[in-house]
């Protein structure tokens, strides 16, 4: 029969490994959810990258004022969170964080080609800088993890420069745990 010490360090073992085991999960569950910021933002980016590649092929002559598309607002307009938990944004959907897809049919996402189709738990931004020696735009992910209002955002810049759309392949953040 085991002693009251080795039931004591049994039990505080045990209570160690499901302290390791939902520090895991919360962790597992946090990267699940920026798992669509990559791969949303490149794609925002290279609709970005072929509107401005677009616009570098036309004749010298038509070139009259390089520029992007207008700067948006974050899209959808509403969080995507639910009674103060995070809750998929849906397009299309018929819940309380459902929002109109044509929301993508607007300027700039159209002239970018850039949609959801798919319920996502992070909303998009598209900005552009007024034209200076280079033009520049930048593609952002907005997300609110514990839905306390306060946004994190994960962006990427670009720029183009002469006949060339360049810009760093790293993910920038601000807030990155909220």
């Known amino acids: ?13 045990i209570l160690i490994l499901l302290a390791i085991g939902a520090w895991g999960l ?8 920026f798992a669509e910021v990559p791969q949303n933002l490149r794609h925002l980016y290279e609709g970005a990258t072929v509107y401005a590649q677009r616009y570098l092929t036309r004749p010298v002559k038509e070139r009259i004022r390089p520029n992007f598309p207008l700067s948006s ?10 009674h103060g938990k995070p809750a998929a944004c ?13 929301e993508w049919k607007k300027k700039p996402f159209l002239e970018l080609g850039f949609e959801l189709k798919d319920p996502h738990l992070y909303r998009y ?8 020696e280079e033009l520049r735009f930048e593609v952002s ?14 962006y990427r810049k670009g720029q ?11 993910i920038f953040t601000e807030n990155p745990v909220e």
Do not use: W
Request: charged share 20%; hydrophobic share 30%; proline share 9%.
């Open 125 to 132: 931004s598209f900005t552009s800088f007024e034209p200076g």
């Open 1 to 13: 029969m085991p002693c009251m010490a080795q039931k004591l360090l049994l039990g505080t073992v």
């Open 141 to 154: 992910a907005h997300g609110d993890a514990d839905c306390d209002g306060i946004l994190s955002r994960f």
């Open 160 to 170: 183009v420069s002469g006949r060339e759309v360049t810009g760093p392949l790293e």
């Open 73 to 82: 607002t974050i899209t959808p307009e509403s969080p995507c969170c639910r």
């Open 26 to 33: 919360a962790e597992s569950r946090r990267a699940a959810r």
């Open 90 to 102: 849906v397009p299309g959907g018929n819940t309380t964080t459902s929002y109109d897809p044509a």
